[in-house]
């Protein structure tokens, strides 16, 4: 189905045709072209960080973090239950087993449960920032230093947060705040962290390129042409984030007093804008008949059928799911176009201006 207010669109505005065009004419388009290590640094340095390593998706990049750190068979990672499934997926290909948490009425990880959950084979705690809301990474990393764990960061949804944790990995998929089409990058401050993580993307090649490979490695690289595009999304970030900032607080106003919709907390940067609503299946289908996509919350981890759990619908994370969804957020999205999609809102639940 064709909407006319889609949730996601990229925002191309800058020098992307100019970036990728270049990488096109000087025959650079593989992963060993100049626009990779151009947007590596460009990215780190926009987060403060010293380190960055491109890869293909933030999947990968969050699969990368964790071989880096040494999981593998036999390790546990504390993962969110309120989380896309990629975040699970990461740890499950290392061979190790994801320990699931439920979430906060912000949606995400609620650290007061986090101890309960830690084992003797517990490795890493990975904090997803859910739709651009920062965990609570003063008590994750006092937990973490109190156990002698690491910290991986699931940031795909938080361009603009900056780094706590030993990694923190971006998507840079075509919804998310800044895009490369597909792509991911990992933030780190330790260096040897980040040699790791660039060997492993790039098959563990030895040195003379001997074709002996000592470890399991994967082909997860990013191309020129993709580090073109994300080069030139990171040099307009500051101007995203603050659109975006608009973009929420439009959607907060117009949306506070409408009986039937309940506003979830502000978020420190916006990917997507999320509610809950009262007849919420109903809703949906009223404004994709009006042209206005939506999307439905995350499933609770433990409801996959990869890693059931029968006690799904007591979690908190159920309940979110069960009435929550976000609507179109996007940079190029007007405030012409916020004000259709509020006041079909308020049209449904008979609370017109």
Same mark, same amino acid.
């Given at each position: 189905?064709?909407?006319?207010?889609?949730?996601?669109?990229?925002?191309? $505005?800058?020098?992307? %045709?100019?970036?990728?065009?270049?990488?096109?004419?000087?025959?650079?388009?593989?992963?060993?072209?100049?626009?990779?290590?151009?947007?590596?640094?460009?990215?780190?340095?926009?987060?403060?960080?010293?380190?960055?390593? +491109?890869?293909?998706?933030?999947?990968?990049?969050? =699969?990368?973090?964790?071989?880096? %750190?040494?999981?593998?068979?036999?390790?546990?990672?504390?993962?969110?239950?309120?989380?896309?499934?990629?975040?699970?997926? +990461?740890? =499950?290909?290392?061979? +190790?087993?994801?320990?699931?948490?439920?979430?906060?009425?912000?949606?995400?990880?609620?650290?007061?449960?986090?101890?309960? $959950?830690?084992?003797? /084979?517990? $490795?890493?705690?990975?904090?997803?920032?859910?739709?651009?809301?920062?965990?609570?990474?003063?008590?994750?990393?006092?937990? *973490?230093?109190?156990?002698?764990?690491?910290?991986?960061?699931?940031?795909?949804?938080?361009?603009?947060?900056?780094?706590?944790?030993?990694?923190?990995?971006?998507?840079?998929?075509?919804?998310?705040?800044?895009?490369?089409?597909?792509?991911?990058?990992?933030?780190?401050?330790?260096?040897?962290?980040?040699?790791?993580?660039?060997?492993?993307?790039?098959?563990?090649?030895?040195?003379?390129?001997?074709?002996?490979?000592? $470890?399991?490695?994967?082909?997860?690289?990013?191309?020129?042409?993709?580090?073109?595009?994300?080069?030139?999304?990171?040099?307009?970030?500051?101007?995203?984030?603050? =659109?975006?900032?608009?973009?929420?607080?439009?959607?907060?106003?117009?949306?506070?007093?409408?009986?039937?919709?309940? %506003?979830?907390? *502000?978020?420190?940067?916006?990917?997507?804008?999320?509610? /809950?609503?009262? /007849?919420?299946?109903?809703?949906?289908?009223?404004?994709?008949?009006?042209?206005?996509?939506?999307?439905?919350?995350?499933?609770?981890?433990?409801?996959?059928?990869?890693?059931?759990?029968?006690?799904?619908?007591? %979690?908190?994370?159920?309940?979110?799911?069960?009435?929550?969804?976000?609507?179109?957020?996007?940079?190029?999205?007007?405030?012409?176009?916020?004000?259709?999609? =509020?006041?079909?809102?308020?049209?449904?639940?008979?609370?017109?201006?």
């Amino acid at each position: 189905m064709s909407y006319t207010y889609p949730v996601s669109m990229p925002w191309l $505005k800058g020098r992307e %045709l100019e970036y990728v065009t270049e990488a096109v004419g000087g025959g650079w388009i593989s992963s060993q072209g100049p626009y990779v290590r151009r947007f590596e640094e460009a990215f780190a340095a926009w987060n403060d960080m010293p380190h960055g390593v +491109a890869c293909s998706s933030g999947t990968t990049a969050l =699969t990368l973090a964790l071989r880096a %750190l040494g999981v593998g068979r036999g390790d546990e990672v504390i993962v969110p239950e309120f989380t896309m499934i990629a975040t699970a997926w +990461a740890v =499950t290909y290392t061979g +190790a087993t994801p320990v699931f948490v439920d979430c906060g009425d912000d949606l995400n990880i609620d650290v007061s449960r986090v101890e309960e $959950k830690i084992t003797p /084979r517990t $490795k890493v705690i990975m904090p997803v920032h859910v739709y651009g809301r920062q965990c609570d990474m003063d008590a994750i990393m006092n937990l *973490a230093y109190e156990y002698n764990l690491r910290v991986v960061e699931d940031s795909a949804e938080a361009h603009g947060v900056r780094p706590v944790g030993d990694i923190a990995c971006f998507s840079l998929f075509a919804n998310k705040i800044i895009t490369a089409g597909e792509g991911g990058v990992c933030l780190t401050r330790d260096a040897r962290l980040a040699e790791q993580m660039a060997h492993l993307r790039a098959m563990a090649f030895t040195k003379d390129h001997s074709f002996l490979h000592k $470890k399991l490695a994967y082909n997860y690289r990013m191309t020129n042409m993709q580090a073109a595009v994300a080069l030139a999304q990171t040099e307009q970030l500051d101007t995203i984030l603050a =659109t975006r900032r608009d973009i929420e607080k439009r959607y907060d106003e117009a949306l506070r007093d409408v009986p039937g919709i309940t %506003l979830m907390p *502000a978020r420190d940067v916006l990917w997507m804008y999320d509610l /809950r609503a009262e /007849r919420s299946e109903e809703l949906r289908a009223y404004l994709a008949d009006q042209g206005v996509e939506t999307r439905v919350f995350f499933k609770p981890m433990s409801r996959q059928p990869g890693y059931y759990d029968a006690d799904w619908p007591s %979690l908190n994370a159920s309940r979110f799911s069960e009435d929550g969804f976000y609507l179109p957020t996007h940079t190029g999205l007007t405030a012409q176009d916020q004000e259709f999609v =509020t006041d079909r809102i308020r049209d449904f639940y008979g609370a017109g201006r």
